[in-house]
């Protein structure tokens, strides 16, 4: 049974940064797909950023230039690294997983962001 265990969430000012961390249970190279997804309230499920197996990465054009994800194989986490945070940027962030083989998908239990003054 795979888990993903966020951390890194907190109460920050805007112009902060934060990073996020979601540890995965087993080795995430097993993983097609890790990513970032958030919700803000009073919205759905948005996607925030996602890597691929081979390295490539994604991101929504609302966090471009500011969100840097990235992963360490060894620990096996994948990282968020948000900068220049925003009001608008308060949410929910949550972790999620797509396995290679199996197609079958986990998610993080969530980490709430709050950018505020």
């Known amino acids: 049974q795979v888990q993903l265990v966020e951390s890194g969430g907190g109460l920050v000012q805007p112009g902060g940064s934060l990073r996020l961390s979601c540890a995965a249970s087993?080795?995430?190279?097993?993983?097609?797909?890790m990513g970032w997804y958030r919700q803000l309230p009073g919205k759905e499920r948005e996607s925030v950023a996602t890597?691929?197996?081979?390295?490539?990465?994604t991101y929504a054009d609302s966090v471009k230039g500011r969100f840097t994800i990235s992963r360490d194989n060894a620990k096996n986490t994948v990282y968020l690294q948000m900068n220049s945070l925003k009001p608008e940027d308060t949410a929910v962030y949550y972790c999620?997983?797509?396995?290679?083989?199996?197609?079958?998908?986990?998610w993080g239990q969530g980490t709430l962001v709050t950018v505020s003054s």
């Open positions: 999620y997983s797509k396995e290679f083989t199996t197609d079958q998908e986990f």
């Open positions: 087993g080795s995430i190279f097993s993983f097609n797909v």
């Open positions: 890597i691929w197996r081979g390295g490539a990465t």
